[in-house]
């Protein structure tokens, strides 16, 4: 059975995904993030992989490869309990990087 695992830079989004049943870990810097990446990859059960933002800017380069890679874990990023700090059109953004193709 596919799961969900949380890496977090705070307590209080770590404490509510538990609340909503994903488990996970709090990091402390890039060191920390990029190393709770590479144990989760390792754990085959673990089909989304959960990021706050300031988390997946710390592991910025290993979080984009795996979302290059195109196969599990999915890579989804959330904000904190302070808010987005994406601008407003970031998906059309990364579409138009990652794709070539300008959405209107």
């Known amino acids: 059975m596919m799961r969900a695992f949380l890496i977090s830079d705070n307590l209080d989004s770590l ?3 538990r609340l ?3 488990d996970g870990v709090v990091v402390k810097g890039p060191n920390e993030a990029n ?5 989760a990859i390792k754990d085959h059960d673990i ?4 990021f706050t933002e300031k988390a ?3 592991a910025y380069e290993q979080v984009r490869l795996l979302r290059e ?8 990023e ?8 994406r601008e407003a059109d970031f998906l059309t953004s990364y579409v138009r990087e ?3 193709v300008n959405i209107e």
Do not use: F
């Not at 190393?35 to 144990?39: C, D, G, M, S, T």
């Open 15 to 17: 404490i509510g995904m």
């Open 20 to 22: 909503a049943g994903v």
């Open 35 to 39: 190393l709770a990446i590479e144990e």
């Open 47 to 50: 089909g989304i992989l959960i």
């Open 56 to 58: 997946a800017e710390w």
């Open 69 to 76: 890679k195109g196969s599990l874990p999915l890579i989804v």
């Open 78 to 85: 959330i904000p904190d309990r302070h808010g987005m700090k």
């Open 98 to 100: 990652a794709l070539g």
